[in-house]
């Protein structure tokens, strides 16, 4: 859908796996669900986090794939393997820093969340986002995820891999990108963390 | 009949709860074979019924697409909404209705059932009197059902004693809002929250039990809005609250009374609008005198500083909503809860306005259009008064019999299982209502079913407590009878028959319709279409504080639903109440109603020394007899844990996943302990939808709110005992899927 972008937001996820469900009934994957969903430490808190395909500009589990089966689409969307290609060797599996693709023995083939392509492409929005009750996962126009109080960023470093994605992720007000390298973290200044040999 | 026919393993053997996971014909038919209409409805799980499309090829629900269009959910769902059209072709579904037999439930013809039905109720009130009979109903069913249940009870079977579910749901709240504002019904749209500055959630678990609302709590903050959330778990939405007051269970009214205190003790309050609007503010101002922030502290556990912050935080906004749910309602002192909250927006003004005021989030499917015409005890339709002299003209003139024909008030369900229970009510005729799941002590509740000399059950599933019964007539699902229900925010929609009852399954009203012919009533009941019934309820809701004679189907479709009260075919509906600063009262005014501290009903001792609190998941539905049945449903969230702090659970040297044995003063249970941070170190929490040694109603006690009559499942005393390893029922469900 033109004009549409994908938003996540985990702080406003209520953990009820109303994305995860709806997912499955997607025509072409029906009875299969692509949603990544976790309740981040139970014991602690209620938090969780349901995610889709965060759909890179560069995408890993491509780089990776050794039989070319994995592609991205001019609107920007990675798409599953193509079946007659995929080998189910996993190294996407392995390889995608977000975690997102599965691989489905009973297929012998990777799928993951395309976003929808059988209802974007016919101006519906995607499955998860049209029923999840609490935000968390939004398909909407930009000017209206300006009226949030957090802001979408789509630049994610691990280590030292920068990803820019399509897909973007609310985050607080004062941060451009998210990290998740300790060193992000350390006050290092001259002093090296590293042990000197 | 005393005992079900056969073994309860042969009954869940034959009828469920089996969980389906895959739709009819299969995951892939949907492919080859395509659904030939979407039918836009309304969601059955939970009193916001969203506006849900059902896919149906044939005569069958294959499946759903979100209906984006209707302004209140706007496409969302929970997980129970998306997985709702599982019920379509259930293998567990009644086709017939069935007669108990020496060899367990044979299935019978219509008539055979019937003719055996209406016998037995005329042979038992020819014997023991007419109020020997009582009946069940359910505010699930449409509002056109419950309208029929209440008028066969007081014409057909001519008993006080009917009452339904919904007395275990929200009706102090119902209560509370009759006494304060003469009215039963949230007094705004859901459309208000977002415009609010300050949302109090007291006692609402919205994210697992009103889900959409989280969408209309949160616009509120992206506007700027606060968020205070009184609990005792941090509930999903805590995370986002700018105050979380964690109270201690039964003491909730300790607390409202504490922030009334500081509003009144720091000048806060709203003078104009107390004075011009309201009458019995100097009792509750008085009532509030003793509930200083450090008094409130000692009780409830919650910070001084909290209360004070919250007291200023609510007050000094221009616009206030209270929302609340069965964490207040749901006590012995459930009324005085609520009024404690009433009487906390009322002093301050929030009521009645944009973005200001207080609502009850209903929690059933039409939990509001349920309670309003007739199936309520003390109720007649429109929301009148069985008591009063003039409702039963009116009533009585609709109807076609005279006032002195209409019974008087009977009991509400609780005390229709003690009558049963002492003898005093001999034969129950259930519809929509699971008693051995959702009622308080649930032993008490079988050992009363074990005494009934006649027990029919309408319903679609075989339930727990239909394994009593001696006839079970197979009636229909929301989505098999046209009719209209009414959401938490008092908008009146439209449920269409999306399909036909499958097999030999009947629609409840023509059910209803054919026993009152059988009991020689059938001209007060000459139904063709639900539709006939609908009309007679707008009349004889007519003049009724729940007006509906201005709703029509054809309304609500081209307006997407109508807010009652609605007095005419050309009135918009009423979408905010009290907006010209008048209640319902014949005064006009708001009335304070002055709230006194007591303890709970069943309170901690030595030998109980921990809290017990009761409530719900966001994958289960009530009772369970429909979301028990659903696979992925089942899945999420397959048996009730027990939710325990790790500091309570390192004294009883409990790790997460242990088996724990939970006693209170009426039974024992065995769970698998769940350790988070998330819940109060004296309380622990267990969801009750699931029956026998996984039911936490086995636990709770039947004290009931002097008023209301609703129990007090929000607080029992417990206390707990590490179990040596899983019980009986754990073993043989491993075995099972194994």
Redesign the interface.
């Known amino acids: 859908m033109n004009g549409y972008e994908f938003y996540v937001d985990p702080?406003?996820?209520?953990?009820?796996?109303?994305c995860?469900?709806?997912c499955?009934?997607c025509?072409t994957h029906?009875?299969q669900s692509m949603i990544n969903f976790d309740f981040i430490d139970?014991?602690?808190?209620?938090?969780?986090a349901a995610f889709v395909c965060w759909h890179c500009e560069d995408p890993t589990c491509a780089m990776v794939c050794p039989a070319d089966a994995i592609k991205k689409g001019e609107d920007g969307i990675v798409q599953s393997s193509l079946k007659p290609r995929c080998i189910g060797c996993s190294n996407c599996v392995l390889a995608c820093p977000f975690g997102i693709p599965k691989i489905f023995p009973e297929r012998e083939q990777m799928m993951k969340c395309d976003m929808c392509y059988d209802r974007t492409s016919i101006g519906k929005?995607p499955?998860c986002a049209?029923?999840?009750?609490?935000?968390a996962l939004s398909y909407v126009r930009p000017e209206q995820m300006a009226?949030?109080?957090e802001k979408p960023t789509n630049v994610f470093y691990f280590g030292k891999q920068r990803i820019v994605t399509k897909v973007r992720m609310m985050v607080p007000v004062s941060t451009d990108s998210v990290s998740l390298d300790v060193l992000d973290h350390i006050w290092e200044e001259s002093h090296a963390v590293l042990p000197q040999a | 009949m005393a005992e079900p026919p056969v073994s309860s393993e042969a009954l869940l053997e034959r009828f469920g709860p089996h969980p389906a996971y895959?739709p009819v014909g299969g995951?892939?038919d949907?492919?080859e074979h395509p659904a030939d209409r979407l039918v836009k409805t309304h969601c059955c799980f939970c009193g916001q019924q969203c506006g849900i499309q059902l896919k149906v090829r044939g005569n069958q629900v294959i499946?759903?697409e979100?209906w984006?269009e209707f302004p209140f959910?706007r496409?969302?769902?929970?997980?129970k909404?998306?997985?709702r059209y599982l019920q379509g072709g259930h293998p567990d579904r009644l086709l017939d209705p069935f007669l108990r037999g020496p060899n367990g439930f044979r299935a019978a013809t219509w008539d055979e059932a019937l003719n055996f039905t209406s016998q037995r109720l005329r042979e038992i009130q020819e014997k023991y009197g007419k109020d020997s009979v009582a009946m069940y109903g359910g505010a699930s069913l449409i509002s056109e059902k419950s309208y029929l249940l209440g008028k066969f009870a007081r014409v057909a079977l001519g008993t006080r004693h009917i009452d339904y579910n919904g007395r275990l749901c929200m009706v102090s709240a119902g209560t509370a809002y009759k006494l304060a504002f003469g009215v039963d019904r949230s007094p705004l749209p859901w459309s208000d929250v977002p415009k609010a500055q300050v949302v109090l959630v007291a006692g609402a678990n919205v994210?697992?039990c009103a889900?959409?609302t989280?969408?209309y709590i949160?616009r509120s903050?992206?506007?700027g809005g606060k968020l205070i959330v009184v609990d005792p778990r941090?509930?999903?939405?805590?995370?986002?609250a700018d105050l979380c007051l964690p109270v201690r269970p039964g003491t909730d009214l300790a607390l409202y009374m504490g922030l009334l205190h500081v509003v009144l003790r720091d000048g806060l309050e709203n003078r104009a609008f107390i004075e011009e609007c309201t009458t019995g503010f100097s009792e509750v101002a008085a009532s509030v005198r003793a509930w200083d922030p450090r008094t409130v502290a000692e009780k409830t556990g919650v910070p001084p500083e909290s209360v004070e912050r919250a007291a200023h935080l609510f007050a000094e906004a221009d616009r206030s909503i209270a929302l609340h749910a069965r964490g207040v309602e749901h006590h012995s002192k459930g009324v005085e809860n609520c009024l404690a909250l009433i009487n906390l927006c009322l002093a301050t003004g929030h009521i009645g306005r944009e973005g200001a005021g207080c609502a009850m989030i209903t929690g059933q499917g039409n939990g509001q259009g349920g309670r309003e015409h007739g199936q309520k005890c003390d109720q007649l339709p429109g929301q009148r008064s069985i008591s009063d002299p003039e409702a039963r003209a009116h009533t009585a003139k609709v109807w076609g019999i005279t006032p002195e024909e209409i019974p008087q008030a009977g009991y509400s369900a609780v005390e229709i299982m003690e009558a049963i229970h002492r003898g005093e009510i001999k034969a129950l005729l259930s519809c929509c209502f699971n008693p051995l799941v959702s009622l308080p002590d649930a032993d008490f509740t079988r050992q009363a079913l074990e005494k009934l000399e006649f027990f029919g059950v309408i319903d679609f599933f075989m339930s727990e407590t239909a394994h009593y019964a001696d006839v079970v007539l197979a009636g229909s699902l929301q989505e098999e009878e046209e009719g209209i229900g009414c959401t938490a925010e008092g908008r009146v929609i439209h449920i269409q028959k999306v399909v036909d009852p499958p097999g030999n399954a009947r629609g409840d009203s023509w059910i209803y319709c054919e026993l009152a012919k059988r009991l020689g009533k059938g001209r007060f009941f000459p139904y063709q279409t639900t539709r006939q019934i609908y009309d007679e309820l707008r009349e004889a809701s007519r003049g009724g504080h729940a007006d509906y004679y201005g709703i029509t189907y054809e309304k609500i479709d081209e307006n997407m639903g109508v807010f009652w009260p609605c007095p005419s075919l050309e009135h918009p509906g009423t979408p905010r109440l009290f907006e010209n600063g008048r209640s319902y009262h014949p005064d006009g005014k708001h009335h304070f109603v002055a709230t006194q501290w007591r303890e709970s009903g069943d309170p901690v001792s030595a030998d109980y020394p921990v809290y017990l609190t009761t409530g719900r998941v966001?994958?289960q539905y009530l009772s369970g007899t429909q979301t028990r049945r659903i696979g992925?449903l089942v899945n999420?969230y397959p048996n009730p844990r027990l939710e325990i702090h790790?500091r309570l659970a390192e004294q009883h040297r409990i790790a997460?996943g242990d088996w724990v044995t939970v006693t209170s003063r009426r039974a024992e249970i065995t769970l698998q302990a769940?350790?988070?941070?998330?819940i109060r170190p004296d309380t622990v929490f267990i969801p009750y939808h699931w029956p026998d040694e996984r039911s936490a109603n086995r636990l709770t006690h039947r004290t009931l709110d002097p008023r209301s009559k609703i129990p007090e499942f929000k607080v029992s005393a417990c206390n707990l005992r590490k179990a040596a390893g899983p019980p009986e029922w754990a073993t043989q469900q491993r075995k099972g899927k194994a």
């Not at chain 1, 049209?130 to 935000?135: G, K, L, R, Y």
């Not at chain 2, 496409?75 to 997980?79: A, D, E, S, V």
């Open positions: 702080s406003r996820c209520i953990g009820c796996q109303s995860l469900n709806a499955e009934e025509e029906r009875g139970r014991k602690g808190t209620t938090a969780s929005r499955m049209t029923v999840c009750p609490s935000q009226e949030r109080r | 895959v995951w892939q949907e492919s499946g759903f979100p984006e959910n496409g969302m769902l929970c997980p909404g998306v997985k994210a697992e889900p959409i989280t969408d949160w903050k992206d506007a941090m509930t999903p939405i805590c995370r986002n966001v994958s992925a999420q790790p997460d769940m350790v988070v941070r998330t």
